[in-house]
């Protein structure tokens, strides 16, 4: 067996014993084992690829500084969610919003695909029209209106189907914050939906 088969081989928290002790190698495999879930996450919140390579560059340099932190109780993918979550929310947090170009960014056929999904939409098939948003690209245009906890919000509960305790738990905000930012960011959503179309509709006279 070589040596890389062993690494392979190990378990999360051998690799994390072995990184503790300086090893290098363990941790490549870490970054190996979970680049795919950690790139995942990174691509909830940031559109452009070499943004998404960033802050799972920045990630994984976060991980590997605070692995003395990560105590065995619970799944080390979950500790790891946990990490890059909180480091792309700051991330997001750090970058200057720009509401204003969201209207002039769309195309002709994504006003014409919104006017005509949410123009005249009932109340109570709102929330599935929401759902529909933010698993397209033309979600991303409106969430950037959003403050960075009402966006994680949407596209963990929403987007992603992700329960409260499963938000908290990812986040590290108490279930009841989860449901109170997740109904406030559906608000926020058709807000914002309603000043785009808004918008969009002075630009055509």
């Known amino acids: ?36 879930r950690v790139f995942r996450v990174a691509s909830r919140f940031f559109r452009q690829r070499n943004q998404v390579e960033d802050a799972a560059q920045e990630s994984f340099l976060r991980a590997w500084t605070q692995l003395d932190s990560y105590e065995g109780k619970g799944s080390f993918e979950g500790w790891l969610t946990r990490v890059t979550t909180t480091t792309c929310l700051n991330l997001l947090r750090s970058h200057k919003r720009r509401p204003e170009s969201v209207v002039t960014d769309l195309t002709r056929e994504e006003g014409e695909w919104l006017e005509s999904r949410l123009a005249n939409v009932a109340a109570e098939r ?80």
């Open 1 to 36: 067996m070589t040596l890389a088969d062993q690494y392979e081989q190990a378990s999360d928290g051998e690799l994390v014993s072995l990184t503790g002790e300086g090893d290098e190698a363990a941790f490549a495999e870490i970054v190996r084992r979970y680049s795919p």
């Open 126 to 205: 709102q929330q599935a029209i929401e759902q529909g948003l933010v698993a397209a690209d033309l979600a991303d245009r409106v969430l950037e209106t959003l403050s960075p906890d009402d966006r994680l919000a949407l596209m963990l509960v929403d987007g992603e189907g992700a329960s409260i305790k499963e938000v908290a738990e990812m986040t590290g905000w108490s279930e009841s914050k989860v449901k109170v930012q997740a109904f406030r960011a559906r608000r926020r959503m058709r807000e914002a939906v309603e000043k785009l179309l808004a918008g969009r509709q002075m630009n055509s006279v």
